[in-house]
């Protein structure tokens, strides 16, 4: 390969993987530096020579000018140096040109594996650069594939492919080669292994960015999205307030017949969705969790344990507490309290049984 021929793949390398001319270049004089290195009997004073207006790339290895050679390595002859140039003189250095072939197929192999690992570090560092900028962002990804035995999807954001696990899936959600969703940055990751970015869609967060999406009073500030739980794939309850008397924040997230809200539930692959109004009062923000049950009352505790004992109608402590209890866990989470969930028949009198407790977890 002549250096225009190298020059118009670095070119091309720079617009497919979106790494630079400049950083290649870099790795490519280090890797001749080791080769040389090798090659030389530890000589690694390397001078390079890079025209990128004229295309030109060329290496030389420093020597010493002596009568005779004695150290190849090091030395070069009085009759070889000014072959080179005219002016050269003994004990003086001289810049010889270095030609690729004679570093010798270990030095070459040596280089390659160096151009590699710059290449693999490229790449890592800019995943990185690119996930930093959208830490904590809703983005677009398209799946690539889907591991058959750990359900793992490997899906495309921008350039870079990453990782899906399963357990950053929507529950049973089932996703095939081709989809095009949507995907949370949760966190960035530098290991051992090079950085990695956590994407998820399981994350409370990626229900609060599709809101901000969907619903143009919260991009705008007017609606405030107070508090979200979720349990992915089945259920989530929100808390929003508006911050103009005009707007009511829970219609407003909902749209005119559950135009807005059912978006996002298809995109989130049919999660049940509460949207309730936020208080500053803890007895109507507690109420209003536990909904779709009805709440006769709420008893908040004397201290400040943010403990409460909520009374429900007899035939609705099913509802209020869900199934399996999600409906009181989420409610609990959402808020922030302890809430012992009691049917009115039987609340008072069963003060130490705390089977109905339901807390933050």
């Known amino acids: 390969m002549n250096t225009k021929e190298l020059f118009e793949a670095l070119d091309l390398f720079e617009k497919e993987k979106g790494i630079s001319v400049d950083y290649m270049f870099t790795q490519i004089e280090r890797a001749i530096v080791v080769a040389c290195k090798n090659n030389y009997g530890g000589n690694d004073n390397v001078v390079f020579n890079i025209d990128r207006d004229k295309r030109k790339f060329a290496v030389k290895i420093v020597k010493t000018v002596r009568e005779e050679a004695e150290d190849k390595n090091f030395e070069i002859s009085l009759e070889d140096a000014l072959k080179i140039s005219k002016n050269a003189k003994i004990d003086e250095e001289i810049q010889v040109p270095l030609d690729p072939n004679e570093l010798g197929r270990i030095a070459i192999q040596t280089a390659r594996n160096v151009i590699r690992q710059g290449i693999r570090d490229g790449e890592k560092g800019q995943m990185l650069q690119e996930f930093q900028s959208k830490l904590g962002e809703l983005v677009s990804a398209i799946v690539e594939r889907i591991d058959p035995k750990t359900g793992a999807a490997s899906i495309t954001i921008g350039k870079s492919q990453v990782t899906l696990p399963k357990s950053e899936q929507i529950g049973d959600e089932v996703l095939k080669e081709g989809d095009h969703i949507k995907v949370y940055v949760a966190d960035i990751k530098d290991s051992g292994k090079g950085p990695h970015a956590i ?37 989530t309850k929100m808390a929003v307030v508006s911050n103009d008397p005009e707007v009511d924040a829970v219609g407003a997230c909902i749209g005119t017949r559950g135009s807005r809200v059912n978006v996002i539930v298809d995109q989130l692959a049919g999660e049940k969705i509460d949207i309730i109004e936020y208080s500053d009062d803890p007895v109507k923000y507690i109420s209003a969790a536990l909904s779709p049950a009805t709440v006769n009352s709420v008893k908040i505790a004397e201290d400040s344990s943010k403990e409460c004992k909520v009374t429900v109608p007899d035939g609705q402590l099913s509802l209020a507490i869900g199934n399996k209890g999600q409906n009181a866990r989420l409610a609990a989470r959402l808020t922030g309290w302890k809430i012992d969930i009691r049917p009115q028949s039987g609340f008072y009198g069963e003060d130490d049984d705390d089977d109905n407790l339901i807390e933050e977890e």
């Not at 967060?205 to 794939?233: H, T």
């Open 199 to 235: 994407i998820s869609r399981s994350h409370p967060e990626l229900v609060k960015r599709l809101f901000e999406q969907e619903v143009p009073e919260i991009f705008d500030g007017i609606v405030e999205i107070k508090s979200i739980s979720r349990e992915a794939g089945s259920r």
